[in-house]
């Protein structure tokens, strides 16, 4: 290893220390009822993103694929070009993003202000992804592309540190409720959980394409991402979000949580998730409402707070 790929590997690993340990929530569905969320928006760029795209960064620089000079590059609807801006900005790589025209523009200001370069295609993260090739196809060398959907070392992250956390921090769990993206958090939770008697259920995006939720994919109407793992998944265990309810939803958590504001992720995981009759059931949060500044504003106008419940709203575990 040259003395270059060792200084930027040491600097990603210090970055590690950083990312993860993310709080456990109790989060208040009724006064009667509540449901434990793991709170992913509390990483350093804010969503379970960081995770993966540290270690498919990480893995890379060991393996010599980045060094100092090389240009990063991802197709991506936000977060995870987000997390991967903030690494290549801590260790002083070059990071370009390829992102639906769809991206928020709150998005595109946190991936500028981390010092991406921005290109944008017409349709979905598909057609960001052909964008993307077409530019590798011209000049072969020119990126190392991180390639999200094909790497293992995106479910990997939640392998080996997001699912061993949930555990750790409630260990009477009996379902874990995540979104489905990227295949990544969904695959690694699923190979995580198998026989340790935890249920995986996994919400995938609305069946209505013009109601869909960023971030979140539907097997119907986009293809299937190389690393998830349908079989161990089990797509029995797969719903879609009902893109009606994600407003009231997102409005009632707020009412009976002291002003916290779920994301339009969570929200949609949530919407699945309360139908469940488990006791002890942990939704985990891809981020927080603070990153959508258009719909944080939709749900603290609409209502008024209610008296807090007799519990903490924060669980630290």
Known sequence: MSLTTQSLSNKVQKLATQVGNTPIRKLWLTPQRFIYMKEEGKNPAGSIKDRPALNMLLHAILNGEVTQGTVIAESTSG???????????ELGLEYHNYSPSSLSGQKRDILA??????????GGTDDATKMLKAKIEEDPNFYFWVSQFTNDNNWRAHLDHTAPEVLRQVPHVQEVWVAFGSGGTSTGFAHALKNT???????QNTLLREQRVEGMRNLAWISKPPIADLDAIGQDNMY????ETLI???E???QYNDGFIVGP?????ITQAERSQAKDLVVVSADN?????????????????AAPADEPLELLV
Do not use: M
């Open 197 to 203: 008697g935890v249920k995986l259920q996994v919400v």
């Open 265 to 269: 992720t969570t929200a949609a995981v």
């Open 252 to 254: 009632r958590i707020y």
């Open 248 to 250: 009231d939803l997102a």
């Open 240 to 243: 879609n979000t009902d893109p």
């Open 79 to 89: 977060n995870t070009g987000i997390g991967l801006a903030w690494v290549c900005h």
């Open 289 to 305: 409402g603070s990153r959508y500044l258009d719909w944080a504003k939709q749900i603290s106008g609409a209502v008024e707070l």
């Open 113 to 122: 202000d981390f010092g991406a370069h921005l290109f944008f295609s017409e």
